[in-house]
């Protein structure tokens, strides 16, 4: 895929088809996923290193734009900027000028206008990193950590390669996704890497209010009962129940939720012996996952968090190298004419 595509996700990529700005995995096709996890993997050992730096984003700023606060993201962003020696500044949004009257846009064209490289950004509405990159400061590089219930890109693919360390593969697996799907950017991401990056089989178990309208369509199966959901899986993947975008009664009880969707060693069992858990966390344990499970030898829950460090390394870096390719084209363009 190449930006002149049709499609309006060509706008993360450069004429060329390296990654600019990573803002949805949709339109993004398998041969650049696997790029950015194999890139990702060779930035695991930087992590083991005594001194816990490349150079790659040397002399570049790193601004952190969280309008939703994420004490995980943010800092495995901050960590992963640092590791590749980047400058980061983290803006606190509830004391910055957009909370006395200044516009988004503003406060942007600002921070660019000091010489920002990339903003990573969070936000409660769907499309705000993509609407920065568009229309706001398209010079800068746009990473997307989160947007409403859109998207979450950079967790999607540290699950990805969670399970291709532990699973050397994609096809052939049968993957599910369980709980809070209404709700949930990342199971939405989630579903669209699973499919391209060639998984037999996503399953989403969940309570039918939990679901959003048209499930299918994103490329899954549906289960109601997680016990006959459970069966086969190589891969469990669980979600946390987002009590604070709910509106309504959309569950009867915590406990109720559990006892029928809460995975513990019972449940586990019915899986392949081999099945590894997840969870992109924060765990609400008794209430989504047992603890001897969150714990247990088939959990990789921790190595989740070791992976997002590694994943949004490679995700800035070859986002900043698209970034200065695109400048060079335009600057030899220009000579050119």
């Known amino acids: 895929m190449t930006a002149n595509d049709s499609s309006p996700h060509h706008l993360q990529l450069t004429r060329d088809g390296q990654l600019r700005h990573f803002l949805t995995l949709d339109g993004l096709d398998r041969a650049l996923l696997t790029d950015i996890l194999d890139t990702a993997d060779s930035f695991i ?12 984003l040397r002399g570049r700023t790193v601004v952190n734009l969280f309008f939703e606060s994420s004490t995980r993201t943010r800092s495995t962003f901050e960590l992963a900027a640092k590791r ?5 500044l983290n803006l606190d949004i509830s004391t910055s000028a957009t909370s006395k009257g200044e516009s988004l846009s503003d406060t942007l064209l600002n921070l660019e206008a000091m010489a920002s490289d990339m903003f990573v950004v969070r936000h409660s509405q769907s499309g705000a990193p993509h609407f ?5 400061t398209p010079g800068v590089a746009i990473i997307n950590a989160g947007d409403g219930r859109h998207a979450h890109p950079t967790q999607a693919m540290l ?6 360390q532990h699973k050397g593969r994609f096809e052939g697996l ?3 996704i369980v709980g809070d799907v ?9 579903i669209r890497a699973l499919n391209e990056l060639g998984a037999e ?22 289960e109601y009962d997680m016990n006959r959901g459970m069966r086969d899986l190589d891969v469990v993947i669980m979600l946390r129940l987002q009590k604070e975008r709910m509106e309504g009664a959309l569950l009867p009880s915590e406990r109720e939720f559990y006892r029928l969707y809460g995975l513990n060693q019972q449940k586990l069992a019915l899986a392949h012996p ?3 858990v997840m969870h992109p966390g924060p765990i609400n344990r008794g209430v989504e996952i047992e603890s001897a499970v969150a714990d247990g030898p088939q959990s990789v829950i921790l190595n989740q968090v070791t992976n997002g460090i590694a994943i949004r390394m490679a995700v800035m870096s070859m986002a900043m190298g698209g970034q200065v390719a695109e400048r060079q084209q335009k600057l030899s363009e220009r000579g050119q004419a």
Do not use: F, N
């Not at 699950?159 to 291709?164: A, G, N, P, S």
């Open 45 to 56: 050992e930087v992590g083991e290193r005594t001194i816990k730096k490349v150079p790659l």
């Open 84 to 88: 590749l020696s980047a400058d980061v």
């Open 132 to 136: 920065i990159a568009e229309s706001v």
């Open 159 to 164: 699950d990805m390669l969670t399970i291709r």
């Open 174 to 176: 049968k993957v599910a």
């Open 182 to 190: 209404l709700h949930s950017r990342v199971a939405r991401s989630q």
């Open 201 to 222: 089989e996503v399953r989403v178990i969940a309570p039918g209010t939990l679901l959003p309208k048209d499930v299918e369509s994103l490329g899954c199966t549906v």
């Open 274 to 276: 081999e099945c590894i």
